[in-house]
T-cell receptor, first 114, second 111 residues
Framework: EADIYQTPRYLVIGTGKKITLECSQTMGHDKMYWYQQDPGMELHLIHYSYGVNSTEKGDLSSESTVSRIRTEHFPLTLESARPSHTSQYLC?????????????FGSGTRLTVV | SQQGEEDPQALSIQEGENATMNCSYKTSINNLQWYRQNSGRGLVHLILIRSNEREKHSGRLRVTLDTSKKSSSLLITASRAADTASYFCATDDNYGQNFVFGPGTRLSVLP
C-alpha cells in the first residue's frame, strides 16, 4: 500500500546529541517537505525538495539539514539537539507535476530534547 | 508569505449538529485545500477546490470558495464524535511553489 512513513514516532534525547528523523514514501512522489508544528499551533515549512539532489529551505529558519539521495527518502538531521528543538516534525510528499493533489503526510515524530 | 486564517479558533458542538469553519486569505490563489489533524497525528487531505470552482462536496463535507471575498468555508453536516480534530486550510504561497497552512480550527464534537 502506498504510504509515507516516519520514524521514530517519539524521541526523547539529551542536549547536544545528533539525531536523524527518517521519512520514506512509496508513492513515487517527486516533491517532499518537512514541517515543524508545536502542539495546537500552525505548521511551519522548514525544508522541501523537488527531487533527487534538490533541497530548499522553507519559510521558518531551522538549524536542521536535509538530504535527498533517493526519491523515496528524505531524512532530516539535527547536528546538536537543543531544548528549543522540542516540537513535532511532520514529513509530507506530493506529485510535482499536478498541483491538483493534496499533500500526503506521515504520522509525525514528536521530539523532546532534555 | 500568504497564509490562510481559519475562524473560529475553536468550536464546540453537539453530535448531530453541523459545523462550519471559515478560511480567509490575502492574495489570489490557484487552489485551496482543507485538511484534518487528529491529536498528535499527521494531517489528512480532505478536499481541494480550484479557483474557478465555487463549491465541492465529499460525503458529509461541503466546501465553498468565494474568490471575490478571498474566503472559503468548510461545512461538516451531521457531525460525529469522530470528527473531533483540528481543521486547517492551505493556500498557494506567493510564488506558487508550496502550500501555506493556517493556524487551524479546533473542533470538539460532544456525544
Amino acid at each position: 500500500e502506498a504510504d509515507i512513513y516516519q520514524t521514530p514516532r517519539y524521541l526523547v534525547i539529551g542536549t547536544g546529541k545528533k539525531i536523524t528523523l527518517e521519512c520514506s514514501q512509496t508513492m513515487g512522489h517527486d516533491k517532499m517537505y518537512w514541517y515543524q508544528q508545536d502542539p495546537g499551533m500552525e505548521l511551519h515549512l522548514i525544508h522541501y525538495s523537488y527531487g533527487v539532489n534538490s533541497t530548499e529551505k522553507g519559510d521558518l529558519s531551522s538549524e536542521s539539514t536535509v538530504s535527498r539521495i533517493r526519491t523515496e527518502h528524505f531524512p532530516l538531521t539535527l547536528e546538536s539537539a537543543r531544548p528549543s528543538h522540542t516540537s513535532q516534525y511532520l514529513c509530507a510528499s506530493s506529485p510535482i507535476t499536478d498541483r491538483g493533489y493534496g499533500y500526503t503526510f506521515g504520522s509525525g515524530t514528536r521530539l523532546t530534547v532534555v | 508569505s500568504q497564509q490562510g486564517e481559519e475562524d473560529p479558533q475553536a468550536l464546540s458542538i453537539q453530535e448531530g449538529e453541523n459545523a462550519t469553519m471559515n478560511c480567509s486569505y490575502k492574495t489570489s490563489i490557484n487552489n485551496l485545500q482543507w485538511y484534518r489533524q487528529n491529536s498528535g497525528r499527521g494531517l489528512v487531505h480532505l478536499i481541494l477546490i480550484r479557483s474557478n470552482e465555487r463549491e465541492k462536496h465529499s460525503g458529509r463535507l461541503r466546501v465553498t470558495l468565494d474568490t471575490s471575498k478571498k474566503s472559503s468555508s468548510l461545512l461538516i453536516t451531521a457531525s460525529r464524535a469522530a470528527d473531533t480534530a483540528s481543521y486547517f486550510c492551505a493556500t498557494d504561497d506567493n510564488y506558487g511553489q508550496n502550500f501555506v497552512f493556517g493556524p487551524g480550527t479546533r473542533l470538539s464534537v460532544l456525544p
